[in-house]
């Protein structure tokens, strides 16, 4: 399965493109696709999770087609499902 | 009487233009104690010397720039100064704030306030350097744009001194003018064009003396304590890094990006004019106001093509979207240009965009044709019309003539129905949030007063789900329907509670732009702090509670100066395009404003009446102003 990642800030700069289409395996979820990414950049992990307990820190914000993850039903347990538009963000609010 | 407090410059200026006539006073201890300083002055000045039903154009207008105890002390983010008149554009209560190094610079003048009134026979500016108060003649500067007029005035009387002045839309009385100072603007209200309805081109001030605090050490060694946690704040270091148009490609993803006069909230062209490309192709350095660790301004070069420039600045997330995704515009190089057009002329460009966009639409629909235009063709994305017709408006030229009224007033001229299609409350133009994508936004763009606007309450705790900070503020219990944006559940309580909270920012002056007010919002920068940062500086025992009934005094003020304009709850609206058409698409497709359930609970919140929203006696009085509940009851308006 193929989903779009589009990257705001940090993290745009650290992958150094604006999207890229991932290719993942059928059923994946949602932290699954974050694991796929931070698994070829540290410094992506280390600016997306806390360092204890792998979660995704406050300040950085994902959302699937335009959902936070916070407000999705399985959270980041979600499945992704072909041609999904996954955003990923750090501390940007206020406008 | 003696001021007797600390931190502050203890004076206040007031001018008599008609009678060209200057005198410093003493700052009432009193005023200071209740108001604090900026738009507590501004509120308090204008509800007691502006009478209901007076022409904002009308001399006896007032036109007042005020600061506040933390102004050129180094607190940090505390470098804006506030300016406040009976609005043109509204008829309401109007004001604006701006940061750079105007507001310290007064400061080092040993003034908290300058109040004019009258008009000039002729074209004057005021020259305050230290204690010499003169009005001169404005002769060199009247008709020049406000970079020139800055360079002017800082040729005559030194490179030290801060100029804050109008262009010439505000010249021009266009109903949307602001007042520009550093290529910052003071942009709303219209306050620009009270300033050139007065014939005063601008404010340059010098001085020299230094801010006598009530415990230095004190308040030095927690200012550090501050900085230090704005510096770790991400969120002002994404705002360092990017300035608001990081804000671009986040809100259209959500689809709460006004895109042609607000038919929709999402375009597939956002990130043709997003932070992140500007910073990478665009940016040459950051600045900053007095004070501000977030450095949002961003110089710019356009490189190449018919608008290069060398240094111009980058447009606010606002201006991004009123010039550009709201009329279909995303040529950077464009929304740069026409954005320094409007700094230059000295306009609002959000109501410059919002009253062209409005233009679009009625065109697109047959409402207004060729005829009204004088033969301009409006399409959407049409680059040389925008500028062709913010040259038109800042000159009142043509169609110009129309569009400087605003679009509120020019739809009235129009008629045919063009009315339905104006997004504004109470004749203000909205700004860059679509309701229907987040509903506190919706709320606080019908209850500001000072018209349509985000940042009199600044709900940013459901905007991108701020679960961490609405926990320290409130409690686990406002989880988890107030961090959704579709939910509109608690947002009547965020959204009174952020115009009490952003009243006392805009009365110390704080930023509350994006970013950098966010920290206020985690709770390390929240009423006990601001409480003790004044004590500490001024000797007022104000404690946290004190601070927050400082700010719902100065709502309910604000408030109270429109109920005596005939302000009641049938303004408190929404175009009817957010409450009955609904969102087409995104997370929002679906959704209205569900605007008057919301009202219900923020009035019963407010303490006001349901009915019509006129304020008790009993809340007037809890809040001391027993005066304005006297003064509103002899009109009949109060509750019955
Ligand atoms: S954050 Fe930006 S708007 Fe606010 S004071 Fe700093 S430079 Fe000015």
Not at chain 1, 13 to 26: A, H, K, M, N, Q
Not at chain 2, 521 to 530: I, N, Q, S
Not at chain 2, 571 to 597: C, N, W, Y
Request: hydrophobic share 35%.
């Amino acid at each position: 399965m193929k989903v779009n990642v589009v990257y705001l800030t940090t993290f745009r700069e650290i992958v150094g493109r604006r999207s890229e289409t991932v290719e993942l395996p059928d059923g994946s979820t949602l932290m699954d696709l974050l694991e796929t990414l931070a698994e070829r950049s540290q410094k992506f992990r280390k600016e997306l999770f806390n360092p204890e307990g792998g979660e995704i820190r406050s300040y950085n914000k994902v959302a699937l087609n335009g959902i936070y993850a916070e407000y999705l039903n399985e959270k980041f347990a979600t499945k992704l499902r072909e041609g999904d538009k996954i955003l990923i963000a750090q501390g940007v609010s206020g406008g | 009487m003696a001021f007797k407090f600390k931190g502050y410059g203890g004076k206040i200026i007031r001018v008599d233009l008609g009678r060209e006539k200057t005198v410093s006073q003493p700052l009432s201890s009193d005023m200071a104690k209740k108001f604090l300083g900026g738009n507590g002055f501004v509120t308090k000045i204008l509800w007691d010397e502006v009478k209901p039903g007076l022409d904002p154009f009308d001399p006896e207008n007032r036109l007042i720039f005020a600061i506040g105890p933390l102004s050129g002390t180094g607190w940090p983010q505390a470098g804006r100064f506030e300016v406040g008149a009976k609005s043109p554009l509204t008829g309401i209560y109007g004001d604006a704030s701006c940061c750079g190094h105007w507001a310290s610079e007064l400061k080092f003048a040993g003034y908290d306030a300058i109040v004019f009134q009258g008009r000039a026979s002729k074209p004057v500016y005021l020259w305050v350097d230290d204690d010499k108060v003169e009005l001169k003649d404005a002769k060199d500067v009247w008709g020049k744009t406000t970079s020139e007029t800055e360079k002017i005035l800082r040729e005559q009387h030194g490179k030290d001194v801060q100029v804050a002045s109008c262009g010439p839309a505000g010249e021009n009385l266009v109903r949307f003018a602001g007042i520009l100072h550093q290529r910052r603007a003071a942009a709303r209200s219209g306050i620009g064009a009270v300033m050139g309805s007065k014939k005063l081109k601008a404010v340059a001030v010098h001085g020299s003396k230094d801010v006598a605090l009530a415990d230095p050490e004190g308040f030095y060694k927690f200012s550090r304590e501050i900085i230090e946690l704005y510096k770790r704040d991400k969120f002002i270091e994404s705002r360092a890094k990017y300035g608001t148009p990081i804000l671009v490609e986040l809100m259209n993803e959500i689809a709460r990006w006004p895109v042609k006069n607000f038919q929709t909230g999402y375009t597939p062209h956002a990130k043709e004019i997003g932070g992140e490309r500007i910073r990478e192709e665009y940016r040459i350095k950051d600045r900053a106001s007095f004070g501000c660790w977030a450095r949002c301004e961003k110089p710019l070069m356009v490189k190449q093509g018919p608008y290069r420039r060398i240094y111009a600045k980058q447009p606010e997330y606002e201006s991004l979207s009123a010039l550009g995704a709201r009329n279909w515009i995303h040529n950077l190089d464009v929304i740069i240009y026409a954005n320094e057009l409007c700094d230059e002329y000295g306009m609002d460009t959000i109501s410059t965009g919002g009253t062209i966009s409005w233009a679009i639409e009625c065109y697109e629909k047959g409402i207004i044709t060729k005829e009204d235009t004088g033969g301009l063709i409006l399409s959407w994305g049409n680059t040389e019309t925008l500028i062709e017709l913010i040259n038109k408006i800042a000159k009142r030229e043509g169609f110009g003539n129309l569009l400087a009224e605003g679009s509120l007033r020019a739809s009235k001229k129009i008629g045919k129905g063009s009315e339905k299609y104006v997004m504004h409350v109470k004749g203000m133009e909205i700004a860059a949030q679509d309701g229907r994508a987040q509903k506190s936004m919706g709320l606080a763009h019908a209850t500001s007063s000072r018209g349509a606007d985000h940042l009199k309450a600044f709900p940013l705790l459901d905007e991108v789900v701020m679960n961490e900070y609405i926990v320290a503020r409130y409690g686990r219990e406002y989880l988890p329907e107030m961090a959704n944006r579709l939910d509109i559940k608690h947002k009547p309580f965020e959204v009174k509670d952020g115009e009490e909270l952003c009243a006392l920012c805009d009365s110390l002056l704080l930023c509350k732009s994006a970013g950098t007010s966010l920290p206020l919002f985690t709770g390390a920068v929240y009423y006990p702090e601001m409480a003790k940062a004044v004590k500490l500086a001024t000797g007022m025992n104000i404690d946290a509670s004190g601070m927050r009934t400082i700010g719902e005094r100065i709502v309910n003020l604000q408030r109270a100066f429109n109920i005596r304009e005939g302000i009641s709850r049938k303004d408190d609206t929404l175009p009817s395009r957010f409450t009955e058409e609904p969102a087409p698409e995104g997370p929002p497709k679906g959704h209205v404003v569900e605007l008057e359930q919301l009202l219900d609970e923020y009035y019963k919140l407010r303490g006001w009446d349901k009915e019509t929203g006129l304020i008790p006696r009993k809340k007037l009085e809890a809040l001391d102003l027993k005066d304005v509940a006297d003064s509103l009851e002899a009109m009949g308006k109060l509750p019955r």
